[in-house]
């Protein structure tokens, strides 16, 4: 089955303690990107990846950290999480084609910071 | 701000009934896509409509995209409990190896037995 898997569902963890929340897409996609979702806000995209080893910032990046070493995953790195990090998190993937965009998104993680 | 934004925020209906969510957008686009989430999960892709198409159906959801107006419609006919969810719109900025997918807030439907 085709599927974006972000990894943990539910995280509750403390302030400055470093975390990697995985994503992982089994359609060969180029395209992968994080994106947060806060009440009010919106879903907000915090980076994201053309293609391995190419990754770029979004529009809330301070605080993340990604790496796109292979096509197929696109963790999330928070090397000293805090408070105000603490919300819905989702991973999608897309081909790179032009005009279309389909994008995939991953269950999600809810983080909390204590 | 969101190059999405959709009207109404919350829509409560009875089952049978026809919910209609309207999107509007500020800069040109290739597509726009809409977008379903039920409470705290995952988003899941409803439809997505090209520039050059003006409606588009698949089952019981249909898309109208007005280019001149900067909007978008989703209309959802005989509305059933388990369509309850948060739908999104969304547009995507592209070009000179940049890309965004930028969603509006959301309109919140509930659709009650």
């Known amino acids: 089955e085709a599927q974006v898997t972000q990894n943990p569902r539910y995280l509750i963890t403390v302030t400055g303690k470093k975390l990697t929340v995985t994503c992982s897409q089994n359609?060969?996609?180029?395209?992968m990107s994080w994106y947060r979702q806060d009440p009010g806000l919106g879903l907000r995209q915090i980076y994201y990846?053309?293609?391995?080893?190419?990754?770029d910032k979004g529009d809330v990046p301070e605080g993340y950290k990604v790496s796109r070493k292979e096509k197929r995953n696109f963790p999330l790195i928070l090397e000293s999480p805090s408070p105000n990090q603490t919300s819905l998190y989702f991973c999608a993937s897309s081909l790179v084609m032009a005009g279309t965009w389909d994008y995939t998104f991953g269950s999600g993680t809810r983080l909390t910071v204590v | 701000s969101q190059q999405g934004e959709e009207d109404p925020q919350a829509l409560s209906i009875q089952e049978g009934e026809n919910a209609t969510m309207n999107c509007s957008y500020k800069?040109?686009?290739?597509?726009l896509q809409w977008y379903r989430q039920n409470s705290g999960r995952g988003l899941v892709h409803l439809i997505l409509i090209r520039s050059n198409e003006r409606e588009k159906h698949s089952g019981r959801l249909r898309v109208t995209l007005d280019t001149s107006k900067k909007s978008s419609s989703l209309l959802i006919t005989a509305s059933r409990a388990a369509d309850t969810a948060s739908y999104f719109c969304?547009?995507?900025?592209?070009?000179?190896?940049?890309?965004?997918?930028?969603f509006g807030a959301g309109t919140r439907l509930a659709v009650h037995p």
């Open positions: 800069t040109s686009i290739n597509n």
């Open positions: 969304a547009t995507v900025l592209s070009g000179g190896g940049y890309n965004k997918l930028i």
């Open positions: 990846s053309m293609n391995v080893e190419v990754t």
């Open positions: 359609m060969n996609h180029e395209y």
